[in-house]
């Protein structure tokens, strides 16, 4: 089992930046695949970002250029740098990981709002 703790939501005004931490805990050196998710209010879940092993990253196009996601080994956590934050990107934000045998996890999810 892998449980995923997010962390680094809040209110920050467009144009802004923030950045979320996950802190992966349990079976996690079979860790494929870490990313991060985010569903608007009566929108559906999207991908936000992946990164998968060894460093191949992935992005949403209405967010290349503006976010970056980055795995500490280490650490055993994924974070995701956000920047020229926009009202659209006003979601939670859900932390995910698939293991070799494609079993998926999800964190609960973290508010991120972007506000004037």
């Known amino acids: 089992q892998v449980q995923l703790v997010e962390s680094g939501g809040g209110l920050v005004q467009p144009g802004g930046s923030l950045t979320l931490s996950c802190a992966a805990s349990?079976?996690?050196?079979?860790?494929?695949?870490m990313g991060w998710f985010r569903q608007a209010p009566g929108k559906q879940r999207e991908l936000v970002a992946t990164?998968?092993?060894?460093?191949?990253?992935d992005y949403a196009d209405s967010v290349k250029g503006r976010f970056t996601i980055s795995r500490d080994y280490a650490k055993k956590t994924v974070s995701l740098s956000m920047r020229s934050l926009k009202p659209e990107d006003t979601a939670v934000y859900y932390c995910?990981?698939?293991?070799?045998?494609?079993?998926?996890?999800w964190g609960k999810g973290t508010l991120v709002t972007v506000s004037p």
């Open positions: 349990g079976s996690t050196s079979g860790l494929k695949v």
């Open positions: 995910h990981a698939q293991n070799f045998f494609r079993v998926e996890y």
């Open positions: 990164i998968t092993l060894p460093v191949s990253t």
